[in-house]
């Protein structure tokens, strides 16, 4: 094995491709900042517990642990940003109104999410906290569209999902609520006939949650499923509660192309209210993932209403057309002060000036040399090549 090699599902990123994710991280942030979003950047390691504050057992499994030299407690690298500035807002911060804060940083995980992806992600996103209502959902999913359009995605998605669904069906039924992580289990891989052998496993479940729980995996498809799902679920206050906060973001932006997934438990643990994902020709998989999680800061001790969405630039980066090489301006080597001065003023104006090394010649992929600075007439003169 040689020196060189990395560990699986790591990868350097190259000139060209390091470029296109940074400049995407400068729009991205500044777009925030322009919402009223503040950036936070908090540390890459922190101890587990307060790391996985509120989170699930789904972050645990994929959070890499080492042992504090100094403490000897144990430690975390993060696997999601979110727990650690919902932290910041909820025990630092400490602010009565709302909130807006936004971050990017590198996170990694214990296993890559399937074969195609990598154990470490670039994630920026953007978090909402202090408010409970409609307004700040749909403030978010905005911002997701922006964000993709400005990455230039073309035609995205929007899945909606209710984890508030399955919860009322869960918690209408007693014999189900005990079998609930199951249920989730069973839900997650659209397992029907499991989901029907749980009557036999819990004798007490009543029929009319058996049917229910076997409906969700079909309640798939576009908006008009809220509709089908209202006729045929049964009618708890939980369940309608959840389909109209659906309903009112399909209502509330009737040009977004909205499909959505009643059987959705990915998070279930974590999130609290309309969930989304965003998909787009070009990822194999969700590219924006995002939505309400009241209940995470309750661990901080100070429960504050929140949403908010991630994703991962290098992932985002990677669906893109190539970029375009930059123009740059060839310069000879060189410590003659009208050069060094002619080199400084055309970088000061913006401009790439790639000075030539002695006995090299310019070999580079991020850069096309189209103009050379060459001494004319005595003065420094910028020439197209």
Known sequence: ???????????????????????????????????????????????????????????DLRTCKLIDQLSGRTLGVRADMTPQVTRIDAHL???????????????????????????????????????????????????????????????????LCHPGVLRAILKSDPAAAELSQDAIRLMRDKDVPGLGEL???????????????QLLPSLYGGPEVLHEARRELP???????????????????????FSVDLADVGGYAYHSGVKFALYAEGWHDALVSGGRYDDVSRAFGRARPATGFSLDLRKLAAGLPPAERARAVRAPWGQAPALTEAVRRLRRSGEIVVQVLPGHEQDQDEFVC????????????????
């Open 1 to 59: 094995m040689g020196n060189w090699l990395l560990p699986e599902s790591l990868a350097d990123v190259l000139p060209a491709e390091a470029r296109r994710i940074e400049e995407l991280r400068r729009e991205l942030l500044d777009l925030y900042r322009t919402y009223g979003f503040e950036l936070v950047a908090p540390p890459l390691v922190e101890y587990i517990d307060s790391l996985l504050s509120g989170t699930g057992s789904d972050l």
């Open 93 to 159: 911060l400490n602010r009565a109104g709302v909130t807006r804060l936004c971050y990017c940083g590198n996170v990694l995980h214990t296993r890559p999410a399937d074969l195609l992806s990598s154990r470490e992600l670039l994630q920026i996103g953007a978090e909402i906290y202090g408010h409970a209502g409609f307004e700040a959902d749909l403030e978010v999913i905005q911002l997701v569209l922006e964000t993709v359009a400005i990455a230039g995605v073309r035609n995205p998605r929007l899945d």
């Open 199 to 213: 009557a036999a496993r819990a004798p007490g479940i009543r029929a009319e949650t058996l049917k229910a729980l």
């Open 235 to 257: 009618s708890l206050p939980g369940v309608a509660e959840a389909l109209d906060a659906l309903q009112a973001v399909v209502d509330a932006m009737p040009n977004v192309s």
């Open 370 to 385: 189209d103009r050379e600075l060459a001494l004319q007439d005595g003065v420094w003169t910028v020439k197209t090549l």
